[in-house]
């Protein structure tokens, strides 16, 4: 007898003065994640990450301060990371021994911080009337200046438009590629198949993610949570397995963790009476235990074999739906009655794929 075993998938109904070193304790990041990400993106070491994030908290009080005392005269201010120290622009040179006093390094400039801001203000006003070669504009701190971004071919189109809105040796043109909004990709997200199927993404792949293959049997192109494109199932297996691998368009970036910010760290088997949790799109997140392993589900479209048996809670919409244990990825949801849950090995999906787990 068949059990009445249903699949995850839902059809939607409608679419101050310087302060001495030991004025400040060292930096103490509340987040336990930040030394190690600065260690890992910037190319820092331990102490390094720490002396940097103290000397730029002691670098953003001055800033304030001194931005206060300066008034129109302030031009701007950077930090400088290798040396650790502020850098702070003045208009008016008989300020420059105000800077000095303070600890901050000091140069002098043409143009005020207000000025470029109004500057910048000008233009967001006449956004409408840029040409679309034109893809971005903003204050460039560094060299006094406003920037402005433009496709290749097409500064002359924004030369004139820039003439037209003042002070314009205080633009310039630099060759800019047209911008893209980027959107993660995370486990648990909610993705759609056509205008009413929606599923859950599983685990970010270096292409893309993957998911349920019932999902995938509805069609081809997928939009994302936000139903902004997001790109196409490359391949899937339902039934038999319960698999698929999409790949996301370039607006779209995997990313090594669940929606609910749990890192995902690798795919190593949690045993059976393992405690497990899923984040779906419906559900959201959801814990049991591993019930059994290499089970046998028989839908009315067909058998899916190699399933783990779970008893956490699932419902419509969460198909294809991370399964962890603690930082492990484990399997994808596919199924499910009223007792049991049943998901797709992620490992067996990743080898079936070719694919490379994204870890954060």
């Known amino acids: 007898m068949k059990v009445p075993i249903v699949v995850m998938a839902i059809v939607a109904t409608a679419s101050l003065a310087a302060q001495p070193a030991d004025a400040l304790p060292s930096f103490v990041p509340l987040n336990a994640g930040l030394l190690p990400a600065m260690q890992r993106d910037l190319g820092l070491t331990h102490d390094q990450a720490v002396d940097e994030l103290t000397a730029s ?46 600890g901050a390094d000091v140069r002098q400039v043409r143009y005020s911080a207000r000025q470029l801001d109004a500057m ?106 936000n139903r902004e494109p997001m790109g196409y199932f490359v391949t899937y297996s339902f039934p038999g397995e319960d698999y698929s691998l999409a790949r996301v368009n370039p607006n779209w970036m995997p990313l090594g963790r669940l929606a609910n910010g749990t890192r995902v760290a690798g795919s190593i088997e949690a045993p059976v009476g393992a405690s497990v949790c899923k984040d779906g799109s419906t559900t959201g997140w959801t814990c049991g235990r ?42 994808l949801l596919s199924g499910g009655d009223d007792g049991s849950t049943y998901f797709y090995p992620v490992r067996a999906a990743l080898f079936a794929t070719g694919s490379t787990l994204v870890t954060g």
């Not at 950077?78 to 208009?91: D, I, K, N, Q, S």
């Not at 956004?127 to 903003?138: L, N, V």
């Not at 205080?170 to 995370?186: D, K, L, M, T, W």
């Open 57 to 102: 908290t002691r670098a953003s009080r001055l800033e304030q301060a001194l931005r206060s005392q300066l008034g129109d005269a302030f031009g701007g201010a950077m930090f400088r990371p290798g040396a650790g120290r502020l850098e702070v622009a003045v208009t008016d040179p008989a300020k420059l021994g105000l800077v000095r006093a303070s």
């Open 120 to 225: 910048v203000a000008r233009l967001n006003a006449r956004e409408a009337a840029a040409p679309r070669s034109i893809t971005s504009w903003g204050v460039d701190t560094e060299h006094n200046r406003v920037t402005v971004g433009v496709e290749p071919g097409h500064r002359a189109e924004a030369e004139r438009f820039l003439a037209q809105s003042g002070a314009p040796d205080a633009f310039v043109v630099e060759r800019a590629q047209s911008p893209r909004p980027q959107f993660g990709v995370s486990g648990g997200d909610a993705y759609y198949v056509g205008a009413n199927i929606r599923c859950s993404v599983g685990f970010a792949v270096t292409i893309g993610f993957l998911s349920a293959g019932h999902c995938a049997a509805n069609g081809r192109s997928i939009s994302g949570y």
């Open 290 to 331: 591993i019930e059994a392993r290499n089970q046998t589900v028989r839908y009315e479209q067909g058998e899916v074999v190699g399933a783990i048996k779970t008893d956490l809670h699932a419902g419509a919409g969460d198909s294809g739906s991370p399964l962890v244990a603690g930082n492990q990825a484990q399997g």
